[in-house]
Structures are given as C-alpha cells and as structure tokens.
Nanobody, 122 residues
Framework: QVQKVESGGGLVQAGDSLRLSCVGT????????MSWFRQAPGKEREFVAA????????YYADSVKGRFTISRDNAKNTVYLQMNSLKPEDTAIYYC???????????????WGQGTQVTVSS
C-alpha cells in the first residue's frame, strides 16, 4: 500500500529553484510531523527540514537555512519543500517521512517513499 509519493524533482542549474511535493494519506497528515531528508550518492541519508502537524514548529538543517522552506497543507495531505538558490551540493534523492514528534535522525524513521531526484549543475 502506497503511503506517500514524492514529486517535483528535476535537473536545474545552480541558483535555480524547485518545489517538491509529498502527497500522503489522511492518516499520516492527521497525526504526524512531516520531514524531508535527502541522500546523495555514497553518503548517509541526512535531515533537511521538518514541520509539525499545526505548522507552528519548523526545523531546518543548517545547510539549507535561508534557502529552503517547508510547508504543509493538511487539507490536501501534502507537504512541500520550496528550494531556492540551489547549489550543486544539494544534488540528492529527496524523501519525505512521517513520525510522531520531531527527529533529525533518519534511523528513527521506518517508512520511506521512492523519493524524487534533484540534480543541480554548476
């Protein structure tokens, strides 16, 4: 059973913008913090951003602060990641995930979507 689907990735140039979307089930969006993680080739999966169910609590990795914005629309069961001023080091597969409470550790999550590829050329 598909729980959530990420989309919106693509190939862009440095300085460009992309908006990722993650559409999930109502059960997920009624109850969970939603987070974005990313994984570059040969690297560990790393935290990018998280937003509480109400949207009042938001967290970012230092590497994306000021450039990325996470938001959610619970009526649409969707969480977004607006990515501006993209850099080549942002190249990765981006995944959304859900959890009760906040965590920036990928090992605390056990359900992942297929992800969406973001490639930023210099």
């Amino acid at each position: 059973q598909v729980q959530k689907v990420e989309s919106g990735g693509g190939l862009v140039q440095a300085g460009d913008s992309l908006r990722l979307s993650c559409v999930g089930t109502e059960r997920i969006f009624d109850n969970y913090f939603m987070s974005w993680f990313r994984q570059a080739p040969g690297k560990e999966r790393e935290f990018v951003a998280a937003v509480s169910r109400s949207g009042r609590s938001i967290y970012y990795a230092d590497s994306v602060k000021g450039r990325f914005t996470i938001s959610r629309d619970n009526a649409k069961n969707t969480v977004y990641l607006q990515m501006n001023s993209l850099k080549p080091e942002d190249t990765a597969i981006y995944y959304c995930a859900e959890k009760y409470g906040y965590s920036d550790y990928a090992g605390d999550y056990d359900r992942w979507g297929q992800g969406t590829q973001v490639t930023v050329s210099s």
